[in-house]
């Protein structure tokens, strides 16, 4: 299977009892004017795709969803400014791979 996203970091362990990503609630503790997250929604071949990013003042992650995929996969990254880094190029990688790239903004709700 082609891995059209690019990554830097190993992905975090999904636990499907919890429906959490070990480490990934360590965002819960800062304010919320703090956190900045930005959603992508892409379409390839009649499937959808989701990368999100969330960044804080001491790091940022990269969340995953490929429909290829059986669970998500998330990347933590120590410095907010590189998660944004990688954000963009794994978009940039997905364009390149045939996705079309059909919301980037806020992250959706309801």
Same mark, same amino acid.
């Given at each position: 299977m082609d891995n059209d996203f690019d990554f830097d970091n190993e992905d975090l362990e999904f636990d499907e009892q919890? +429906?959490?990503? +070990? /480490?990934?609630? /360590?965002?819960? #503790?800062? /304010?919320?004017?703090?956190?900045?997250?930005?959603? %992508?929604?892409?379409?390839?071949?009649?499937? =959808?795709a989701l990368l999100c990013v969330k960044t804080a003042t001491e790091g940022g992650a990269i969340c995953r969803? #490929?429909?290829?995929?059986?669970?998500?996969s998330v990347q933590? =990254?120590?410095?907010?400014?590189? %998660?944004? /880094?990688?954000?963009?190029?794994?978009?940039r990688t997905s364009r390149k791979n045939g996705w079309q790239v059909v919301y980037d903004g806020l992250p959706l709700n309801g």
């Open positions: 919890t +429906g959490e990503f +070990g /480490e990934f609630d /360590e965002f819960d #503790d800062f /304010e919320p004017e703090e956190v900045q997250v930005r959603t %992508a929604v892409l379409s390839k071949n009649n499937m =959808y969803v #490929d429909p290829r995929e059986n669970q998500p933590l =990254y120590d410095d907010p400014a590189k %998660a944004l /880094e990688w954000f963009t190029k794994s978009l």
